[in-house]
């Protein structure tokens, strides 16, 4: 396998070329670890090294490999192992907030093209999860779909998907089972490029992806009976190339989304609000009791359910605050060397050798 066959284009080829002639190749991370990369390079599959950066160049988490990017590697020499020493600009990129929801964001994958949102037909739906998980998949740039999988389990696959398609405008949603191959030809047409599965534990993304990949490669485990929840039988994010072209990434199951930055995101998963407030009397309408609102007067004549409008609300809430918890860190951050300085200064003051 090549940088091509996981997606090495042209455009790509030509920006590299100041890279190549400093006697570096490009490749992509097929798996990444601390301090380590599986990388798919021009030479064929390489461990390599990954140099870090210093913590005071303010790239954060640019300079940080994740499975899917695309990086300049330095390979081996006689006394020197493979290293990855830039990781290349990323087209899309998959973001939340960490699971401490902390300022800090937390990259699940780079350059994928399609986002495809995996929700159990097997459990009750929760409308507010397929928003929020679409809000991240919308916002990462790439385009999402939701999988609606174990169909053989579900009375009704049809009104289900209905429903979600309420909640999903703009999206595809497809019905699937791994179990019986229901929807999974129209899947692998409509998949394209890199593919990201993302979903909770026990949504049966690993079956499914096993299905697309057309062997078991990833690990799968049975649901609890009690909570109909899953567990991580996938422990880290990898990219495995399709029978058919593109490549599939499967996710570790997310126990919870954090939007970070999600703005664009959820403009496109609440489109219909959107389009709604451009209609509001005032520009800086919030839709909560403004007079005039287009947005409140959906709802009163029932074009738009209250509880879609009280799930734009609680997540652009959320995401409020994640960027007011991110402004926080960047100002600390910035203030924190002014703040060594005048300790050394008070600290030479007190010296007995200092002289005003």
Known sequence: MTPADFGWDTERERSF???????????????????????????????????????????????TPCTGDWVAVRPAGRTASAAVVEVLERRTVVVRSTASRTSR????????????????????????????????????????????????????????????????????????????????????????????????????????????????????????????????????????????????????GLRGVGLHDAGEGLDHTFAEITELARDCRFTDCAHTTEPGCAVLSAVEEGHLTQRRLDSYHRLRRENAHAASRTDARLRAELERPLKEISRQLRALKRSPHFKA
């Not at 097929?30 to 005071?56: F, L, M, N, W, Y």
């Not at 399609?114 to 679409?134: F, K, N, Q, Y």
């Not at 999402?144 to 429903?163: F, I, M, N, Q, W």
């Not at 026990?202 to 049975?222: H, Q």
Request: hydrophobic share 45%; aromatic share 2%.
């Open 17 to 63: 070329a100041p890279s190549r002639a400093a006697g570096l190749v490009p490749g992509r991370v097929v798996r990444a670890e601390r301090g380590h990369c599986d990388v798919v390079a021009e030479t064929g599959p390489v461990r390599a090294v990954v140099i870090a950066s210093s913590p005071s160049s303010g790239a954060g988490d640019r300079l």
């Open 105 to 252: 964001a937390q990259v699940l994958a780079a350059n994928v093209d399609t986002v495809a949102v995996a929700v159990s037909l097997a459990d009750p739906l929760r409308p507010g999860r397929v928003e929020r998980m679409l809000a991240l998949a919308w916002d990462s740039g790439a385009t999402p779909v939701v999988v609606l999988t174990k169909s053989d389990r579900c009375a009704d696959p049809g009104s289900a998907a209905a429903e979600v398609a309420e909640v999903a405008p703009g999206v595809e949603v497809l019905v699937t089972s791994a179990a019986t191959g229901e929807g999974l030809d129209v899947l692998a047409a409509v998949l394209s490029g890199t593919v990201v599965l993302l979903g909770p534990s026990g949504a049966g993304k690993s079956s499914l992806g096993n299905r697309l990949l057309g062997e078991d490669l990833l690990a799968t485990g049975a649901v609890r009976d009690g909570d109909g929840k899953g567990r991580h039988t996938t422990a880290w994010r990898e990219l495995l190339p399709l029978p058919h072209g593109g490549v599939l990434l499967d996710t570790p």
